[in-house]
Nanobody, 122 residues
């Protein structure tokens, strides 16, 4: 069993930055890949980025490439999502999830956090 807790969300102006954290707990939490997804009101949950267990492999959605960076500190059991040059369309609830690989599809992830709200004002 893996527990995930997101933090770091908030309100920011367009062009600003936020760093989200995903703290994992559980005996095998460092053996999972971690993905970030987001869901805006009235829209389906969408893939944002993911990082492998070692951190050597990452994947990004085209919409965030060059603006978002995912990283992980396995000693702290924490994955970070640095979000720069934020746009109003980045507004959503952001979720982290644990899975066996850097999957794009949400249903391939086994454990989910409760989410953190990110709001970008124009």
């Amino acid at each position: 069993q893996v527990q995930l807790v997101e933090s770091g969300g908030g309100l920011v102006q367009a062009g600003g930055s936020l760093r989200l954290s995903c703290a994992a707990s559980g005996r095998t939490s460092s053996t999972y890949a971690i993905g970030w997804f987001r869901q805006a009101p009235g829209k389906e949950r969408e893939f944002v980025t993911a990082i492998s267990r070692s951190g050597s492999s990452t994947r990004y959605a085209d919409s965030v490439k060059g603006r978002f960076t995912i990283s992980r500190d396995n000693a702290q059991n924490t994955v970070y999502l640095q979000m720069n040059s934020l746009k109003p369309e980045d507004t959503a609830v952001y979720y982290c999830a644990a899975g066996r690989s850097v999957f794009i599809r949400a249903n391939n992830y086994d454990y989910w956090g409760q989410g953190t709200q990110v709001t970008v004002s124009s």
